[in-house]
């Protein structure tokens, strides 16, 4: 627990210095935006076509009353283009924790998932006006089910874009594919489901940026909640610490599966390009 707050503690003052912006160099740049660039706002339609991609990681070791270590990789990538607009994600969590059996201790597995999505915007003749076609896979070892999966299209909209800040948000049908472990009683099942989406973004001018994701899937059998809070602030030029808090919840979950489940996380991030 007191390696778990040191890790913290050491995480959010990084984040503060990192946010801190440098007074006069931002005076120097608004005075810059000031004279020649007064209403600039970047146009991205305009721009040329960019693909990012960003890998994190995340190590954390827990060692006196509890023994655990816990590793948390993942990979985000971009993809802008004249007529599309594409984001793609890849988590791995793994846990391995130290448990008490018939008065012996042991090391563990006692958390591995699996996740990825992929959303393709199509841009339309008013480009922040667009239609999405969506897929995820989700694969937990301790959830009930063998995988579980899901895809959906519909309606897309990017509310605004500027230097400052983002908001988009996208809502559509889809249909939601269930793998049942054998041991398993749920009443959760394949079928129809109605999936939507928002995402908002803040940018400060050190090159840190604020992040909050939500998405909700609702069918007949369950709804499904997801929540994606996170802090990335820069330390050198491809280089970055992520802040991040993350919570889902289900309704009607298998037996001995918690319905809220919470991670906060503290990762090195790299870009790659």
């Known amino acids: 627990m007191q390696n ?9 003052t990084m984040l503060s210095f990192c946010l801190l912006p440098d007074a006069q160099a931002a005076k120097d740049r608004n005075l810059i935006s000031t004279l020649y660039h007064p209403d600039m706002i970047p146009d991205v339609d305009e721009e040329a ?3 990012t991609l960003d890998g994190e990681v995340g ?6 009353n509890s023994d655990a270590t816990t590793i948390k990789g993942g990979i985000v990538s971009e993809h802008e283009t004249r007529w599309w607009s594409n984001r793609y994600f890849g988590e791995l969590l793994y846990k391995e924790s130290e448990v008490e059996k018939g008065g012996e201790k042991e090391r563990e597995v006692t958390a591995e998932r699996l996740f990825g999505y992929a959303q393709l915007d199509y ?10 076609i969506y897929g995820d896979y989700e694969n937990d070892e301790f959830n009930g089910f063998h995988y579980r999966s899901s895809i959906a299209s519909g309606w897309s909209h990017q509310l605004w874009q500027n230097e400052v800040d983002e908001f988009r948000y996208s809502v559509g049908p889809g249909y939601s594919f269930v793998s049942v472990e054998e041991e398993t009683e749920t009443s959760i099942n394949s079928g129809f489901i ?7 973004r803040y940018f400060w001018t050190t090159g840190a940026k604020f992040r909050q994701f939500a998405s909700i899937e609702a069918g007949g059998h369950n709804i499904k909640t997801r929540s994606e809070t996170s802090v990335t602030a820069t330390i050198f030029e491809s280089l970055a610490l992520k802040f991040a808090l993350t919570w889902t919840h289900e309704t009607n979950t298998p037996e001995d599966v918690a319905e809220l489940n919470t991670e906060s996380s503290v990762s090195v991030v790299y870009r790659f390009f």
Do not use: C, Q, W
Request: hydrophobic share 50%.
């Open 123 to 132: 841009k339309l003749n008013n480009r922040d006006r667009r239609l999405f």
């Open 59 to 64: 190590i954390l070791f827990a060692t006196g």
């Open 49 to 51: 076509p960019h693909f």
């Open 194 to 200: 109605v999936r939507a989406s928002v995402e908002y």
């Open 4 to 12: 778990s707050f040191a890790i913290y503690l050491m995480a959010i």
